[in-house]
């Protein structure tokens, strides 16, 4: 069992930043990949960003790339997503995911989820 444990969402202006943690703890040695979806109101959860575990390698959704940046401490098992340039579509409730064999970036590959963290962003 893997548990992941959200923190750092809030409420900001548009162009602010705001950057969110994901602790993992139980078996994160079985980790392969772990990543940030989010789920706006009436919408389906969407991918945002995945990182490999050990080596580091990045992927994001196109609505993100180039204000979001995703980054890991292996030695805390721990999860960052950093958010700049945020803007009123980015809010949704965001998850931390953790894949045991894929990139986190498929919601059927996701085999833990976090309870999600609330971002949101006025205008």
């Known amino acids: 069992q893997v548990q992941l444990v959200e923190s750092g969402g809030g409420l900001v202006q548009a162009g602010g930043s705001l950057r969110l943690s994901c602790a993992a703890s139980g078996r994160t040695y079985s980790i392969y990949a772990m990543g940030w979806f989010r789920q706006a109101p009436g919408k389906e959860r969407e991918f945002v960003a995945g990182?490999?575990?050990?080596?580091?390698?990045?992927d994001y959704a196109d609505s993100v790339k180039g204000r979001f940046t995703i980054s890991r401490d292996n030695g805390k098992n721990t999860a960052y997503l950093q958010m700049n340039s945020l803007k009123p579509e980015d809010t949704a409730v965001y998850y931390c995911a953790a894949d045991l064999n894929g990139p986190a970036r498929y919601i059927n590959g996701v085999d833990y989820w976090g309870k999600g963290t609330l971002v949101t962003v006025s205008s």
């Open positions: 990182i490999r575990w050990s080596a580091g390698s990045t």
